[in-house]
C-alpha cells in the first residue's frame, strides 16, 4: 500500500540487467518495494499477479516491447500510472509513448533523483484521482478511476489524451482552459505543434457531442476551451 511519503509497490521493467539492479536497488533504499520483469509478457503476466502503485517500463523491451505493454494495460482497463524510459528524445517517441497511455516519460540516460522525483508525483496523481468523486456536466459523466467516460445511455470511447483532456475540463468547468494550460498540463515543457492538440480536440468534441441535441465543449476564440451545458 501507498504511504504517507508517496512510496509503494512498484514494478521495473528493464531488460538491462546492471540499470535494473541499480535502478531497483536506489528505490528500495527509498522506501519502495520493487518486484522486476526483463521483458514485455513477464511485465504483463506480473500485473494480472500483482496490484502496482507504479510501473517503470522501457521502450526496448524484448518479447513485447513498451508501447504495446502499456497499450494492453490501458486496453484491459489497468490504470496503474505508467513511467516510460526511452533512448530515443524526440517529440514524436514521446507523443506515441504518452498516447499508448503512459503518465510520463524520461530519457536515457537519467539522473535515479529525477526517476523518484517523477515516480511520486505520478503516484501522489493517481492517488489523488482514486479519492475524487465522479466529474458531470450535464448529462456527461468521467469516472477517474475506471477512466469511463458516458453521456447519457452512451459509453464513450476515447484515447488516452482524450481522457486526459476530457478530466482537465470536466475538472475546470465553466471555466475557459487555455490551450496553453492544456498542453502544458499533458506534454509539459515539450509541447507538440499547433495541430497535435487541435487534433486531439477534434476527436473529443466528435465523441462526446456528436448526435446529441446540446453541445458541450465549446470553442472560446482566443481564449481556450470550455465544457458546459
Request: hydrophobic share 40%; net charge negative.
Amino acid at each position: 500500500m501507498l504511504d504517507t511519503a508517496g512510496c509503494g509497490m512498484v514494478l521495473l521493467v528493464e531488460d538491462n540487467r546492471g540499470i535494473a539492479e541499480s535502478v531497483g536497488a536506489y528505490l528500495e533504499d527509498r522506501g519502495f518495494e520493487v518486484d522486476y520483469a526483463s521483458d514485455g509478457q513477464s511485465a504483463l503476466r506480473l500485473t494480472e499477479e500483482n496490484t502496482y502503485d507504479a510501473i517503470v517500463l522501457d521502450v526496448q523491451l524484448p518479447r513485447l516491447n513498451g508501447i504495446e505493454v502499456c497499450r494492453h494495460l490501458r486496453q484491459t482497463r489497468v490504470q496503474t500510472p505508467v513511467l516510460m524510459l526511452t533512448a530515443r528524445d524526440t517529440l514524436e517517441d514521446k507523443l506515441t509513448g504518452l498516447d499508448a497511455g503512459a503518465d510520463d516519460y524520461l530519457v536515457k540516460p537519467f539522473a535515479t533523483q529525477e526517476l523518484d522525483a517523477r515516480l511520486r508525483n505520478i503516484i501522489r496523481r493517481a492517488r489523488n484521482e482514486v479519492a475524487r468523486p465522479v466529474m458531470q456536466v450535464g448529462d456527461l459523466r468521467f469516472d477517474p478511476v475506471s477512466q469511463q467516460a458516458t453521456r447519457g445511455t452512451r459509453t464513450l470511447e476515447l484515447s488516452p489524451i482524450g481522457r486526459r483532456l476530457l478530466a482537465i475540463l470536466m475538472r475546470e468547468s465553466p471555466r475557459v482552459v487555455s490551450r496553453r494550460e492544456i498542453e502544458q498540463e499533458i506534454w509539459g515543457d515539450d509541447l507538440p505543434d499547433s495541430d497535435t492538440l487541435r487534433s486531439h480536440l477534434y476527436n473529443l468534441r466528435r465523441a462526446i457531442d456528436r448526435g446529441f441535441d446540446k453541445t458541450l465543449l465549446h470553442t472560446v476564440m482566443s481564449m481556450g476551451y470550455r465544457l458546459s451545458e
